[in-house]
Every structure is written in C-alpha cells, then in structure tokens.
C-alpha cells in the first residue's frame, strides 16, 4: 500500500474579518490571532487595540471594496476572509419600513459578496479560503424574519456557487452557527430574544471551527460546517 503523503495545514497569514469588533468576529479575531495569524478588521466600530481595522459601513458596497483595498495597504495581502459582520430586524413583513428591511439584506449579503470579490484576487495568489457566515436560518424560514432569511439563505446560495466557480482555486466555506451568546440579541423585543432556558453557544467554540476551516489542508475543504450548542433549538 502506497503511503500517503503528509498533510500540510494551511498556514494563517492575514485574515480579514467583517465585524470583527464584537461578538462572533471579535471571537474568531482572537481565534486567529492564538492560531498564529494576523487579523485584519472591517466594521463600523474599531477592534481591541493593535488589530489593522478599518472603519466601513458594509451596506455600501462600493465603500466595503474601498475598504479592502485601504486594509490590504495596511495590514498586507489576504490569505483568508471571514463574514462576521451582521444585523438584523424583527418583526411581521409589514410592519418593517422598506430601508430598514433592504438594510439587512445590504449588510449580510452584499456586504459579503462585495468584501469576498475585493478578496479574491488575493486569496487565488495563495489558494486560500473564505468562510462565510450564515445562520441556522440559511436552511429554514422562521416568522417575523424575512429579511433576515432571505439574506441568509442567499448567502448559502452565493456561498455554493462560489465554491463550485472557484473550486482547486480558493477554498470556501458555509458556516452555520446556532445561536451565541453575544450582544447580537441586545436592543430587540423581549418576543424576539431567547428565552431564560435558551441553549446559546460560546462564541470561542464556533471561532475555533473557523480557524479549522481556514487551515484545512489544500485540496481539503469543509464545505458547510454547523456548529452550535447541544440544546440548539432551531436546527435541525
């Protein structure tokens, strides 16, 4: 038998993170960073002190590319992407104004698409990876969530046709997390935050599988990765 040949992980250089100053991204900046990688910070707020950041409002497309490329001079060349970044609005389809609505789906969706674009070329100097970031509401609708179901089910599909376009180019990956325990549920109704019994993750778990799909050895790739806590009740 042939003995195969050992695996190689890829290596952390310079990680861009959307939102990256709270919550998830603040979780997978500090993942990054212990892994051995240089994290890099795209959000409207800054980071902890002595990340590379810059200040962007991901609803604007344009402005998150420009974004890209000011952080790129800063902090160097990208070898992998995380979307963190990601907002919300709850409530019944009629009772949310149009601009608010569209907000969200600017925000998770084409902010995503547009920071990945401005990522590319960068990551297919190195075969790196992106991972983005869905939701448990990527795979099934809930009430008083449109828009931001809609937004994370387009992110699955844009996630699956960008693996299938860029495939032995760059890596991608889906991340499906349950719910954590962040301030992401701050400043809602109290309808519309988990319950006092609710089973929330800790955001540093899901952060450690994102530096697994990051560091998967070239030619492997996890294509869709959930992680959340053992009592999540919104999956499966």
Request: proline fraction near 7%.
């Amino acid at each position: 038998m042939t003995a195969l040949p050992p695996l190689t992980p890829r290596p952390l250089g310079t990680v861009v993170v959307t939102g990256g100053a709270s919550g998830l991204g603040a979780a997978v900046v500090d993942a990054v960073e212990a892994a051995g990688g240089k994290p890099a910070v795209l959000d409207r707020v800054p980071p902890r002190e002595g990340v590379p950041y810059v200040e962007v409002d991901l609803s604007d497309s344009a402005a998150a590319a420009a974004a890209v490329e000011q952080l790129v001079l800063t902090a160097g060349e990208p070898t992998g992407v995380v979307t963190a970044a990601g907002t919300d609005a709850c409530g019944p389809l009629t009772e949310i104004d149009t601009e608010t609505w569209e907000r969200v789906v600017r925000v998770n969706l084409f902010g995503t698409a547009a920071v990945v674009r401005a990522t590319l070329p960068y990551l297919e100097k190195v075969r790196g990876t992106v991972v983005t970031v869905g939701s448990t509401l990527s795979l099934r609708g809930m009430g008083d969530a449109t828009a931001y179901a809609a937004s994370k089910f387009g992110v699955r599909g844009f996630s699956q046709a960008l693996a299938a376009e860029y495939a032995g180019r760059v890596g991608v990956t889906l991340l499906v997390p349950g719910g954590m325990r962040t301030a992401f549920f701050d400043g809602r109704a109290e309808q519309y935050k988990p319950g006092p019994d609710a089973d929330l993750n800790d955001p540093r778990a899901t952060a450690a599988a994102v530096v697994t799909a990051l560091t998967q050895p070239v030619g492997s790739e996890i294509r869709e990765l959930l992680v959340m806590a053992s009592g999540e009740s919104s999956w499966p």
